[in-house]
């Protein structure tokens, strides 16, 4: 049994949601009904009540004693809105809550799939529209309406998709199918917050502290996890325009030095369910940075004065230890190369202990390996520094097995909060 709660808005087409809630529990599933005060207007608590088999609230304090909302939130694996008014999709774009629907759509971390239904007008208006993109652009499941007869005589788009047609939408999203391409939605409502690319240390205008890193196996990380549904925060190091992923999932915030990245990360981190640290973060940066291009000596042969180096925070050492929100997920990569003292593996397990992350994905880098747009190859460690898994191809077939991950992650944290 899967614990769905059905959202039902004051709409004329509120009637078809008891098809639909009847469809919900004969497939075996829990539904809790949450309308607002409007919908109760069109069928009232008690039908909801009876086919539900569950108590019907439709405020914040009912039931404050027990936080209803967050409890609903948390609890639930599926939420759908059918009907959704344009008055529910514009205050769940706003993230407005002023009702225990509403405010249950912000805490939940399931898939959310909602059904609009409206007058023509209303549907094609400029702001629902807006509101819809917004909605799609943080993995949110919004169905067009069906284009058919609506009150009276009108007739168009805005009509209530089937209680048939929502079920198997809803069915999708409980097995995890994602219908525009075949992979998984399991990412599906969640926020993802992802560091790529390279920080660059100033010693001068001109010159900086860097490395190699491309950014593109941090991109490859947004890419798949937009594709499985998730909003996407990607914080990006001096990465290429042109590698840049053009989706409206992900949220691209710049950045150039490791100070820059710790800040931009910590501030999306604060409502993010993932945070994956896929950036090279340089571990020093110089310790001055002069206004003037540094020039050489008259006559090229003296020694440069040395450059003192001060130390960057270890920032993936730090989400690890102050997380931000329960159940959050930390994941770190480690570009490791072996030396007289142990391989790359060890090293990795070595600074899987020390970093305290869920997972830290531990790659051997060199020449053709790891940087730039070559495959790669990592083993996945615990926070113990034990082995999880491995993964290697392209950089996307990376992502895909290190989300699959992930998702197992934030699944069991949701198991054991509830």
């Not at 209303?122 to 169905?143: C, D, E, K």
Request: hydrophobic share 45%; glycine share 10%.
């Amino acid at each position: 049994m899967r614990h769905v709660v059905l959202g039902v808005t004051g709409g004329i087409a509120a009637y078809k949601a008891a098809y639909l809630l009847r469809l919900l529990r004969e497939a075996g599933h829990g539904v809790r009904v949450v309308p607002t005060e409007a919908a109760l207007r069109f069928v009232g608590r008690p039908t909801w009540e009876a086919l539900s088999g569950q108590p019907v609230r439709t405020d914040v304090f009912t039931g404050a004693d027990g936080v209803d909302h967050v409890a609903l939130g948390r609890r639930a694996e599926l939420l759908v809105v059918a009907p959704a008014t344009a008055n529910l999709l514009a205050k769940a774009a706003a993230g407005i809550a002023d009702d225990l629907l509403t405010t249950t759509l912000l805490t939940v971390r399931c898939p959310v799939l909602l059904a609009p239904a409206m007058h023509t007008e209303m549907w094609q208006h400029p702001a629902t529209q807006a509101n819809v993109a917004t909605l799609r652009g943080r993995g949110v499941r919004v169905l067009d309406p069906d284009d058919g007869r609506l009150t009276g005589a009108d007739s168009g788009p805005g009509r209530l998709p089937e209680p048939e047609a929502i079920m198997a939408a809803a069915l999708e999203l409980l097995r995890g199918a994602h219908a525009a391409d075949g992979r998984t939605a399991d990412l599906a409502g969640r926020h993802v917050v992802i560091s790529a690319g390279g920080t660059r240390e100033p010693l001068d205008p001109v010159r900086f502290l860097g490395n190699r890193s491309s950014g593109r196996q941090g991109i490859a990380l947004a890419t798949a996890a937009a594709r499985r549904g998730a909003r996407v925060t990607l914080v990006a190091a001096n990465v290429e325009d042109a590698l840049l992923p053009d989706d409206p999932a992900v949220a691209v915030r710049r950045v150039e030095t490791a100070l820059e990245l710790r800040d931009a990360v910590r501030a999306a981190a604060a409502e993010a369910d993932a945070v994956v640290m896929a950036a090279a973060v340089a571990d020093f940066r110089p310790a001055t940075t002069t206004t003037h291009k540094i020039k050489k000596a008259v006559g090229g042969d003296a020694d440069p004065e040395p450059i003192r180096l001060a130390t960057n925070p270890d920032i993936l050492a730090e989400l690890a230890a102050d997380r931000p929100r329960t159940g959050q997920v930390v994941v770190g990569f480690a570009a490791e190369t072996g030396d007289g003292d142990a391989d790359a593996l060890e090293h990795g397990r070595a600074k899987a202990r020390r970093k305290g992350a869920d997972l830290l994905a531990v790659n051997q880098v060199g020449e053709d390996r790891g940087f730039g747009d070559v495959p790669n190859e990592v083993t996945v460690l615990d926070a113990a520094g034990e082995v999880v898994a491995r993964a290697g191809g392209s950089k996307t077939e990376v992502a895909d097995a290190l989300w699959t991950l992930v998702a197992e992650q934030l699944v069991a944290a949701s198991t054991i909060d509830r």
